[in-house]
Antibody, heavy 117, light 110 residues
Framework: EVQLVETGGGLIQPGGSLRLSCAASGFTVSSNYMSWVRQAPGKGLEWVSVIYSGGSTYYADSVKGRFTISRDNSKNTLYLQMNSLRAEDTAVYYC???????????WGQGTLVTVSS | QSALTQPPSASGSPGQSVTISCTGTSSDVGGYNYVSWYQQHPGKAPKLMIYEVSKRPSGVPDRFSGSKSGNTASLTVSGLQAEDEADYYCSSYAGSNNFVFGTGTKVTVL
């Protein structure tokens, strides 16, 4: 059974840093597309970043240069390093597994990041 | 990359059908057959309902169907049931390794 469990969210001041983790089971992270998608309170879904099986990484313009997606194959875990956080980064962050045809076929339960002073 | 445009709300009585539109551009919806649809109940993670415009993952009822014409994709829910009441989001590949979601539609079962 495919499972994704995000951790690492919390309250952080503007300008601060936070690292989110997404522990996967039931499949191999390095063999799939893995993405981060966020949802601001009461708002819609926003794609944040993807890492392909080959290791290439891509980002939404809104986070480019501030966020870094990575994975640890030995731990079968996906990460999102978030630096220079802004109030507008406040959201529930979901990790999602995917393929070329189905970029987000399984989702975790999400972790809330609140950027506020 | 701008969000795809969906109507804010849609509704229907039990047993009826409801269709949700998702309008993009030739750079996303119109340019690729990589449109997918997600159902999200309050406080829950999204669930994949349709991929590649019209394909259903295993376990998704055949009451859910998808289609596309030009720059607009559509999701139809036939035989509405109470458990179909949720938010629905479309998504499309947008080229250059970017992905875009729709603005979301709240479906109410009357």
């Amino acid at each position: 059974e495919v499972q994704l469990v995000e951790t690492g969210g919390g309250l952080i001041q503007p300008g601060g840093s936070l690292r989110l983790s997404c522990a996967a089971s039931g499949f191999t992270v390095s063999s799939n597309y893995m993405s981060w998608v966020r949802q601001a309170p009461g708002k819609g879904l926003e794609w944040v970043s993807v890492i392909y099986s080959g290791g290439s990484t891509y980002y939404a313009d809104s986070v480019k240069g501030r966020f870094t997606i990575s994975r640890d194959n030995s731990k079968n875990t996906l990460y999102l390093q978030m630096n220079s956080l802004r109030a507008e980064d406040t959201a529930v962050y979901y990790c999602a597994r995917g393929t070329a045809a189905t970029p987000f076929d399984y989702w975790g339960q999400g972790t809330l990041v609140t950027v506020s002073s | 990359q701008s969000a795809l445009t969906q109507p804010p709300s849609a509704s229907g009585s039990p047993g009826q059908s409801v269709t949700i539109s998702c309008t993009g551009t030739s750079s996303d919806v119109g340019g690729y057959n990589y449109v997918s649809w997600y159902q999200q109940h309050p406080g829950k993670a999204p669930k994949l309902m349709i991929y590649e415009v019209s394909k259903r993952p295993s376990g998704v009822p055949d009451r859910f169907s998808g289609s596309k014409s030009g720059n607009t994709a559509s999701l139809t829910v036939s035989g509405l049931q109470a458990e179909d009441e949720a938010d629905y989001y479309c998504s499309s590949y947008a080229g250059s390794n970017n992905f875009v979601f729709g603005t979301g539609t709240k479906v109410t079962v009357l």
